[in-house]
């Protein structure tokens, strides 16, 4: 009898690659990347061919059973309104890829239709925000971000914003940032706090019902960089029930200049060891920064899981590509 191959199940908490393809004609001051200046751009319009990191035919041809939380990121320095426009090209760009690829790819609306949008062979597409600025201090846009089935969203990017400060900046939530906090929770949309300060982080931990995501953070007992979580972060996540998403980042991962297989797999056993075998899955930043040559692009994210399994066992490797996502997704829609 010939043997059947299960294919790899992968959920990735985080990506750029909506915008980079996106504002790649109408915003090239972006920068998302340095080399997409070099690209032509009809190699950078369609989800499905293209030269980023994700593409979905590219993922399909791969084998995997795929669940990818594409982020409209939100720049700090646009101003409310220009974060507004931002926001509101990336779901348009979102929902014109969605109608051209359905054969590829299903918009998330209820993370309990995940196992069966990719059993079916389709790409699971979980729309996400990065960058909480074009807000402002309206809550009416979180609920237009809700009814654009948003399902996570981060609250600040690197600055401050109206709702919080992120990691360059020193103050905490604000009075309306607690008001978003709710009315996230509310909408079943998770708050993401990767990005943010320490102060900050505190602060929405206290004022969160609800679990919550750090989508694309490390650890920082094995790498110093700010963005990373702190053991007590870490814990702190875990004992409510939320996740966090390792960051494939060269400069979050490691302080050397190229990242290697055992950079990662120390950050992996390091929030192992803190009880993380529920809590840890993927938040690759694909298409948005310089990830190690040997994950890039997207579909050789299954030599993760290779990698994994071989050091960690099966079980393990399936949670924290697939499963512990999944999980809390489908948690986070219920009552």
Known sequence: MPIITEPTRIFDLHCDTLDRLALHSIMPEAGFMAEDAAIPAHRMQSLADNDCHIDLQRMARGGYAWCQCFAAFIPDDIGVEGGYRVFDTVR??????LAQHAALVEQVRDARDIRSIVDAGRCAAVFTVEGGSFIGEDADRIHEAADAGVKMLTLTWNDKNAIASGNKTGDGLSHFGREAVRALEQRRV??????????????VLDAAQRPVAASHSNARAVCGHPRNLTDDQFRAIAERGGIVGLNFCQRFLTDASHATRDDVLRHVDHMLELGGERVLALGSDYDGCDVPAWLAPAEKVGDLHTLFSEQFGTQ???AVCFENACAFFERNERA
């Open 92 to 97: 348009r760009y979102f929902e014109g890829q």
């Open 190 to 203: 998770a708050v993401d706090v990767s990005h943010l300060n320490d102060r900050s982080f505190w602060d």
């Open 316 to 318: 393990i490797a399936d």
